[in-house]
């Protein structure tokens, strides 16, 4: 079986894990402090709070902008559905803006027809890896006083114009979940430049408590539990040191696949934006508009078959059951996103992927495609 993706994880990284559990502090110690300043330093931020998931961040985030019941955010049906969740946990509603075809990221040019006067913010991803228009976005936000939220869970280590993913909202996040660029089990990292915005999340993250001169037991506001542990933080302070590695050698993967696939005229596959280097999440293919979703769900079936863990990134935000249900979505509303939604297919990518198996893989998926002729 070759999987769909495997976490890079060292024997230096393991032993750093046991050097925390042999201490006694395995919470609030000084490997969160220093992740924290490694990521702020990473993303270029002034300040970088720990979280436990990428999904707590993206939380955190909503309530340190204010954002409430009756206010609208304008976000991506095509993403993973923590980066509409968000907005819901905090009874504000997502409003959604189509993708463009070419970088499957939020089309600024759809945004401004969606702006209400119940909009307060644009929340937008960085798809698989690629970075989104932030020059278009910050633009639009500026001229319309909205906040912008950055959710860059997807893109540590990507670049537009030389700037790194993460740094260009109000406030940013990464998350850590075993299939990205960089893990700790689970955890998740909020950027921002801005001290009101960092003193909320942080002490919103640990149960409303105020940080500076507070007893344990004093409560300023209402909080979470959503520490990150020193145990986790200290695999993620190893991770960043092999950041260039991890980096390298993800690229090495994600060349050989173009290198392989490029000439099957049946798919198109996925390339940066322009100015931009992406350090690739996952890597997805597209099938050509002539083929339908149950020609994909053929294919997926057959790969899964042959020992092949595939997956379809992703299924749209807004057609999930839960949607559906709560807000009457329908297949239609959002056509491009649906579209590429029903051809997309992500194979096996990971750091320590090895070129016979890439073959595998790609043998596999040239037979998947004569199959649906
Ligand atoms: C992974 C991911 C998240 C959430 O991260 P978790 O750590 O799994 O909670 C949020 N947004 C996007 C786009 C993601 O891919």
Same mark, same amino acid.
């Given at each position: 079986?070759?999987?769909?993706?495997?976490?890079?994880?060292?024997?230096?990284?393991?032993?750093a894990?046991?050097e925390?559990?042999?201490?006694?502090?395995?919470?609030?110690?000084?490997?969160?402090?220093?992740?924290?300043?490694?990521?702020?330093?990473?993303?270029k931020?002034?300040?970088?709070?720990?979280?436990?998931?990428?999904?707590?961040? #993206?939380?955190?985030?909503?309530?340190?902008?204010?954002?409430?019941?009756?206010?609208?955010?304008?976000?991506?049906?095509?993403?993973?559905?923590?980066?509409?969740?968000?907005?819901?946990?905090?009874?504000?509603?997502?409003?959604?803006?189509?993708?463009?075809?070419?970088?499957?990221?939020?089309?600024?040019?759809?945004?401004?027809?969606?702006?209400?006067r119940k909009?307060?913010?644009? #929340?937008?991803?960085?798809?698989?890896?690629n970075?989104?228009?932030?020059?278009?976005? /910050?633009r639009?936000?500026?001229?319309?006083?909205?906040?912008?939220?950055?959710?860059?869970?997807?893109?540590?280590?990507?670049?537009?114009?030389?700037?790194?993913?993460?740094?260009?909202?109000?406030?940013?996040?990464?998350?850590f979940?075993?299939?990205?660029?960089?893990?700790?089990?689970e955890?998740?990292?909020?950027?921002?430049?801005?001290?009101?915005?960092?003193?909320?999340?942080r002490?919103?993250s640990?149960?409303?408590?105020?940080f500076?001169?507070?007893s344990?037991?004093?409560?300023?506001r /209402?909080?979470?539990?959503?520490?990150?542990?020193?145990?986790?933080?200290?695999?993620?302070i190893e991770?960043?040191?092999?950041?260039?590695?991890?980096?390298?050698?993800?690229k090495?993967?994600?060349?050989?696949?173009?290198?392989k696939l490029?000439?099957?005229p049946?798919?198109? #596959? #996925?390339?940066?934006?322009?100015?931009?280097?992406?350090?690739?999440?996952?890597?997805?293919i597209?099938?050509?508009?002539?083929?339908?979703?149950?020609?994909?769900?053929?294919?997926?079936?057959? /790969?899964k078959?042959?020992?092949?863990?595939?997956?379809?990134y992703?299924?749209?935000?807004?057609?999930?059951?839960?949607?559906?249900?709560?807000?009457?979505?329908?297949?239609?509303?959002?056509?491009?996103?649906?579209?590429?939604?029903?051809?997309?297919?992500?194979?096996?990518?990971?750091?320590?992927?090895?070129e016979?198996?890439?073959?595998?893989?790609?043998?596999?998926?040239?037979?998947?495609?004569?199959?649906?002729?």
């Open positions: 079986m070759i999987p769909l993706s495997s976490p890079d994880i060292t024997n230096a990284e393991r032993k894990v046991l925390v559990l042999k201490g006694r502090t395995l919470s609030l110690g000084p490997r969160l402090k220093e992740f924290e300043e490694r990521m702020a330093k990473f993303a931020r002034k300040y970088a709070v720990g979280v436990n998931s990428g999904t707590s961040a #993206l939380h955190l985030i909503v309530r340190a902008l204010g954002i409430q019941e009756g206010d609208e955010v304008i976000t991506t049906p095509f993403s993973f559905i923590a980066s509409s969740n968000c907005i819901l946990y905090e009874k504000a509603k997502p409003v959604f803006a189509d993708i463009e075809e070419k970088t499957l990221n939020i089309d600024p040019k759809k945004i401004e027809e969606k702006i209400t909009t307060k913010a644009i #929340l937008a991803v960085d798809i698989f890896g970075p989104a228009d932030w020059d278009a976005i /910050l639009i936000a500026k001229k319309h006083n909205l906040r912008v939220i950055e959710d860059s869970a997807e893109a540590l280590g990507s670049l537009r114009k030389g700037k790194p993913c993460g740094s260009f909202g109000d406030a940013a996040l990464f998350a979940y075993p299939n990205k660029q960089v893990t700790t089990g955890g998740g990292m909020i950027l921002t430049d801005n001290k009101e915005i960092a003193d909320l999340c002490s919103m640990n149960q409303g408590r105020a500076e001169g507070s344990w037991l004093e409560h300023v /209402l909080g979470y539990n959503y520490r990150m542990s020193d145990i986790e933080c200290v695999l993620g991770q960043l040191k092999r950041m260039q590695e991890l980096t390298k050698k993800r090495l993967v994600f060349d050989l696949y173009t290198k490029k000439s099957i049946q798919i198109t #596959l #996925l390339s940066a934006s322009k100015e931009c280097s992406a350090n690739w999440f996952v890597y997805v597209q099938l050509a508009k002539r083929y339908t979703r149950a020609d994909r769900d053929s294919m997926l079936s057959f /790969l078959e042959k020992g092949i863990q595939c997956s379809t992703f299924q749209t935000i807004h057609l999930q059951p839960f949607y559906r249900q709560s807000f009457g979505y329908k297949p239609g509303m959002f056509p491009i996103a649906e579209s590429v939604s029903d051809r997309t297919i992500s194979l096996p990518f990971f750091n320590n992927l090895k016979k198996d890439i073959d595998i893989v790609v043998k596999t998926l040239k037979a998947a495609l004569e199959r649906i002729q």
